[in-house]
């Protein structure tokens, strides 16, 4: 089957029309960082908390600095 100029004219707008709209369909990247919040008051103070312990492992680098 054989395209026209106007088939092929149309194919040539069309194609990076539709890769373009495909595109934005991908949604958000992946944050990298994270928020730190505080919890409701009750949920934090009692007595079954005071014997916890909250480990923190040492920070890595993710990604190498560009300077």
């Known amino acids: ?6 088939g ?4 040539l707008v ?3 029309l539709l890769a373009a ?3 934005g369909c991908a949604g958000a990247p992946k944050n990298d960082t994270f928020d730190l919040s505080v919890s409701p008051a009750a949920v934090t103070q009692g007595p079954s908390l005071k ?4 480990l923190i492992a ?3 680098a993710l ?3 560009d300077s």
């Open 51 to 54: 014997s916890r312990q909250l």
């Open 21 to 23: 709209m495909m595109a």
């Open 1 to 6: 089957m054989r395209l026209s100029m106007n």
């Open 58 to 60: 040492d920070p890595t």
């Open 14 to 16: 069309l194609a990076p």
């Open 8 to 11: 092929q004219r149309r194919a």
């Open 63 to 65: 990604k190498a600095l």
